[in-house]
């Protein structure tokens, strides 16, 4: 607790963090962050090219199976005869 509050009032000196900021082991860390996080917005931006042409396919499967789904339970139904309208699918005329 008593070293929370010294970190603090050591890291809320401006002219402390300036000094911090131009030292060699913390510029270091900040090159070094902003390397991996280049390095991963980078693969990440390659996987979503190389996962769009799957998600393409797996769409159009899945649109296929449910317009052959819908055509197999008499979809789409004529009109006045679909569900709100007094009529229920599948029923005789």
Known sequence: M?????????????????????SRPIR???RLTAAAITRGQLGARQ???????R????RD???????DGARARGWPWPPGRGPGRGGRPGAAP
Do not use: D, Q, T, Y
């Open 47 to 53: 996987a979503a090219r190389g996962l769009g042409p």
């Open 61 to 67: 499967a899945f649109l296929g199976e449910l317009k």
């Open 28 to 30: 270091a860390a900040a």
């Open 55 to 58: 998600l393409l396919r797996l």
């Open 2 to 22: 008593v070293l929370r509050r010294v970190l603090f009032a050591l890291l809320s000196n401006p002219r402390l963090i300036e000094k911090l900021s131009e």
